[in-house]
């Protein structure tokens, strides 16, 4: 299950304060700049406009961006003048919050009740969840007073397409 999040047309750039500073005031240039960067490359995506908040970039483009532009966006936004480089994270599509249920798990270990971050470290440690980061701690319940059975919640950020969720799946 999704929640409803940010529009997939969006790329987001994370970074600093100071570097957001940079760039909202010569805004209409860098859109211009990173239009021409995606024609050099034969994309045909265009930028639409970008919103600075206080960390964030967020560049509004017409089209889905794909890896090779926002390789592109990434080498444009390091090559500013006066921009902290050690601040500035990739740029990314947005990504929603999925729960995954998992069932059938023992409540109790070594004669311990499993916590919340026991399955963080065994999710972590298992390479079906190596590129996925998790939205919040995993909720434990027991399944039943009788049995010592659980069903964990896990919450993922993924893709809205939810392809995290479909490998871990398949």
Not at 76 to 92: G, M, V
């Amino acid at each position: 299950m999704t929640t409803k999040g940010p529009l997939r047309k969006q790329v987001i750039v994370l970074m600093a304060k100071s570097n957001t500073e940079l760039i909202v005031n010569l805004v209409h240039q860098y859109i211009a700049n990173i239009n021409k960067c995606l024609k050099n490359i034969k994309s045909d995506i265009i930028t639409n406009f970008i919103q600075v908040t206080n960390e964030e970039v967020n560049i509004m483009m017409n089209k889905l961006a794909n890896p090779s532009d926002l390789t592109t966006i990434k080498k444009y936004i390091k090559s500013i003048s006066n921009i902290n480089l050690d601040s500035i994270e990739s740029p990314c599509l947005p990504k929603s919050k999925l729960y995954l249920k998992i069932l059938r798990l023992s409540y109790t270990m070594e004669n311990n009740v499993i916590t919340p971050d026991i399955v963080e470290g065994v999710l972590k440690d298992m390479y079906l969840f190596k590129d996925v980061m998790l939205a919040s701690k995993p909720h434990i319940i027991k399944a039943s007073p009788k049995l010592d059975m659980a069903v964990v919640w896990v919450d993922i950020w993924d893709f809205q397409s939810g392809s995290e969720a479909k490998s871990i799946i398949n």
